[in-house]
């Protein structure tokens, strides 16, 4: 069986202000071509098709045509789509009957009652087990394990297996991710790799942007990572997989495809932090022919010069390129209660840091305790904001 393994796209995303409906339709441009080019017997897309669970129709209009588009590219591919932490699952299921007759199958959320919708047949050629993203206290214990048992019941020919989930695993690299503590990766808790179960050829994973096989996994559990890159701390290449499974029980055959962004986010300076007169210099030295969003990162003592975004953006009139954000940061010391932070402190601190810093100012114990509720409270809302 050979399929493509590709994941969050996140579709609808804006950044810092600026559309970028233009990078997403390339990039949707390029997956087509790719299913052209390598035929695949089956397109999975491991969750975060949107990037917010309440996208625009606009948005979802390209999703549809972009679905289509790559159907017609091969219409002999089953093309398999689950929701991530950031879809609402029951919007995907909303057009799952007429998708069908196109071997389109939509999976948003656990079904306890009825297993079979999440295992789909790629006639002849193999099978993949479907598990979107869910809360993990609503996951039925062993989950995994019971869809691969009841899959090997079906397989009777011993067919490749393929199974799809939207986690954080274990011992991922999740560069480019926010971090809340030592298990939590983009508000999704790490599970041990052992809790997917056994029993699949391999695991076509979503959620981690940074493309990587899990160790210690044969080389059979693996993020595509995300192939549009969805912010500036991503700085690592974005793709899709073609991934070949000769027969059942053989290690997979992997190879990746670059996926190029017509509007890369480039960082200023590549690292550390500048002066400001340092940053104004090196965007006036960036080539003029360069489409790119750029990101500038100024080391501050206490805040920005008074209209320095108006004045980075008269050095970049006449380029191609356009100045998103200026990251004012700090020297690294102590800080005193109550001082102020910088605006763009304040976006990349987590609710959790926040609160910590909240409870630290009123001279509050912030135990585990107070931890872990909080974190319960943000995942359930999360939860309700998905469905």
Same mark, same amino acid.
């Given at each position: 069986m050979k399929i493509l393994h590709t994941s969050d796209w996140h579709l609808?995303?804006?950044?810092?202000?600026?559309?970028?409906?233009?990078?997403?339709?390339?990039?949707l441009n390029q997956i087509k071509e790719i299913i052209k080019s390598e035929t695949p017997d089956a397109m999975v897309l491991s969750g975060d098709v949107y990037h917010t669970s309440q996208p625009s129709s606009a948005v979802q209009t390209m999703f549809n045509d972009a679905i289509m588009a790559m159907h017609n590219a091969c219409p002999t591919m089953t093309i398999i789509i689950t929701a991530g932490?950031?879809?609402?699952?029951?919007?995907?299921?909303?057009?799952?009957?007429?998708?069908?007759?196109?071997?389109?199958?939509?999976?948003?959320?656990?079904?306890?009652?009825?297993?079979?919708?999440h295992i789909i047949e790629v006639s002849g050629k193999g099978w993949v087990v479907a598990v979107p993203y869910a809360y993990e206290r609503t996951i039925p214990d062993?989950?995994?394990?019971?869809?691969?048992?009841?899959?090997?019941?079906?397989?009777?020919?011993?067919?490749?297996?393929?199974?799809?989930?939207?986690?954080?695993?274990?011992?991922?690299?999740f560069t480019g991710h926010d971090q809340i503590g030592e298990r939590t990766v983009g508000g999704v808790d790490a599970v041990p790799h052992e809790a997917l179960g056994n029993g699949y050829?391999?695991?076509?994973?979503?959620?981690?942007?940074?493309?990587q096989f899990i160790h210690d996994t044969g080389h059979r559990m693996r993020y595509s990572g995300s192939p549009l890159a969805v912010s500036f701390d991503e700085t690592?290449?974005?793709?899709?997989?073609?991934?070949?499974?000769?027969?059942?029980?053989?290690?997979?055959?992997?190879?990746?495809?670059?996926?190029?962004?017509p509007r890369p986010l480039v960082t200023l300076p590549?690292?550390?932090?500048?002066?400001?007169?340092?940053?104004?210099? &090196?965007? /006036?030295? *960036?080539?003029? +022919?360069?489409?790119?969003?750029?990101?500038?990162?100024? @080391?501050?003592?206490?805040?920005?010069?008074?209209?320095?975004?108006?004045?980075?953006?008269?050095?970049?009139?006449?380029?191609?390129?356009?100045?998103c954000f200026i990251n004012a940061k700090r020297p690294e010391r102590e800080r005193a209660k109550g001082e102020a932070l910088t605006v763009q402190e304040l976006q990349e601190m987590s609710?959790?840091? &926040?609160? /910590?810093? *909240?409870?630290? +100012?009123?001279?509050?114990?912030?135990?585990?305790?107070? @931890?872990?509720?909080f974190n319960e409270v943000i995942t359930a809302l999360q939860l309700e904001e998905r469905n």
């Open positions: 609808g995303h804006v950044l810092y202000g600026y559309d970028r409906t233009e990078e997403q339709m390339a990039m932490n950031h879809d609402s699952g029951s919007r995907h299921e909303i057009f799952q009957t007429p998708w069908r007759e196109l071997k389109v199958f939509a999976i948003g959320n656990i079904d306890k009652e009825n297993l079979d919708n062993g989950f995994f394990q019971q869809l691969l048992d009841m899959l090997s019941e079906k397989n009777t020919e011993n067919l490749p297996v393929v199974m799809m989930a939207h986690t954080t695993v274990e011992g991922c690299n050829d391999y695991l076509a994973l979503g959620h981690i942007h940074h493309a690592y290449d974005h793709s899709v997989s073609i991934v070949e499974i000769p027969s059942r029980g053989d290690e997979p055959l992997v190879k990746t495809i670059t996926i190029d962004n590549i690292e550390g932090l500048a002066t400001w007169e340092e940053a104004k210099e &090196l965007l /006036k030295s *960036y080539p003029s +022919d360069i489409q790119a969003r750029l990101r500038l990162n100024v @080391e501050v003592e206490d805040f920005l010069p008074t209209g320095a975004n108006e004045e980075a953006d008269a050095i970049a009139s006449g380029k191609q390129c356009r100045v609710p959790l840091d &926040l609160v /910590k810093r *909240y409870a630290n +100012d009123k001279n509050v114990a912030f135990d585990s305790s107070m @931890e872990d509720m």
